[in-house]
């Protein structure tokens, strides 16, 4: 009783969907009377198993593809921020060139 007395009283409006403050009180209250259910190991790794059996894996081709493209990628950003800090040092070389 208590904590509902902490929170002020909400205005209603027309939507049916209750205020943020209300769902999570609303929740919290229905998770402390909820019963729990046991933990049952067994059941836990089949329910892995189904879950394993839906993965699909990528093939050898497509793994090599993307293996590829990656490390070009990389190439690439490596180049493009090479040449774009050249540009900058330059540009900062000459500026202080001018001051001094």
Same mark, same amino acid.
């Given at each position: 009783?208590?904590?509902?007395?902490?929170?002020?009283?909400?205005?209603?409006?027309?939507?049916?969907?209750?205020?943020?403050?209300?769902? !999570?009180?609303?929740?919290?209250?229905?998770?402390?009377? !909820?019963?729990?259910?046991?933990?049952?190991?067994?059941?836990? /790794?089949?329910?892995?198993?189904?879950?394993?059996?839906?993965?699909?894996?990528?093939?050898?081709?497509?793994?090599?593809?993307?293996? =590829?493209?990656? /490390?070009?990628?990389?190439?690439?950003?490596?180049? /493009?921020? /090479?040449?774009?800090?050249?540009?900058?040092? =330059?540009?900062?070389?000459?500026?202080?060139?001018?001051?001094?």
């Amino acid at each position: 009783m208590a904590k509902e007395q902490a929170y002020p009283p909400v205005a209603r409006s027309r939507s049916r969907t209750p205020a943020p403050r209300q769902t !999570a009180a609303v929740s919290a209250r229905a998770e402390e009377h !909820a019963p729990k259910k046991r933990f049952n190991p067994a059941q836990f /790794f089949r329910e892995v198993n189904v879950e394993r059996k839906k993965i699909t894996w990528p093939s050898w081709r497509e793994t090599w593809i993307t293996t =590829l493209m990656v /490390f070009l990628m990389v190439v690439v950003m490596a180049v /493009f921020f /090479f040449v774009v800090d050249l540009v900058l040092s =330059l540009g900062v070389t000459q500026i202080l060139k001018l001051g001094g």
